[in-house]
């Protein structure tokens, strides 16, 4: 798909509240999400899975490469059990990686960052929560399975940011099990480097 016809598409599911279909570059996978919001590098969009959202993801724009709007019987189901009006739209910039990582710092949420290596195409992950950041990277305190938060931050640079899940299910429920952050700190009051 071009550019454009994925703006159009995203457009309209973004004002109607339509569920699409979506296919990402290097991944074979197909992703069922609400739209939520475009910017020309971002968006936000709430994820379907087995008709139940399981919370937001911010992605690079430049990683779709086709999306849909689906309508069949799937859109019934979702509006017969409720789905589509727990859809919750969220005042976050989107503007730049930067507006993502203040909203998440301001509401101390615990999140999924997605990194792609530049050199390998490797996909990399932590979940946790943003500790600082500087000009070209930030830096998240990442928790393991066994509720216990990492000794060192993990860097990510801005550039290989590849996505950001928060309020998933996963993330909710193992945040209320964890000790308190070793650093809990709102970075948007941080001044910039």
């Keep these: ?68 709007s689906k309508v069949d019987l799937t859109n019934d189901i979702l509006e017969s059990e409720g789905v589509t009006s727990q859809i919750q739209k969220i005042d976050i910039d989107l503007s730049s990686w930067e507006g993502v990582l203040s909203y998440l710092s301001h509401n101390r949420l615990n999140a999924i960052y997605e990194s792609e290596d530049r050199n390998s195409g490797n996909i990399d992950y932590v979940i946790g929560r943003i500790e600082k950041k500087d000009d070209r990277y930030i830096y998240v305190r990442g928790f393991d399975t066994d509720g216990k938060w990492e000794e060192k931050p993990t860097r990510i640079a801005f550039s290989e940011l590849v996505s950001i899940s928060f309020g998933t299910r996963y993330v909710e429920v193992f945040s209320k099990y964890l000790p308190p952050c070793p650093v809990d700190r709102d970075i948007s009051l941080l001044p910039k480097s």
């Design 1 to 68: 798909m071009k550019r454009f016809e994925i703006n159009a598409v995203l457009e309209e599911a973004c004002r109607q509240t339509l569920l699409c279909r979506m296919f990402l570059k290097a991944d074979p996978n197909c992703y069922s999400c609400f739209p939520l919001k475009s910017s020309e590098e971002l968006f936000l969009y709430m994820d379907e899975q087995d008709f139940r959202l399981d919370g937001y993801v911010v992605r690079r724009m430049k990683d779709i490469v086709e999306i849909n």
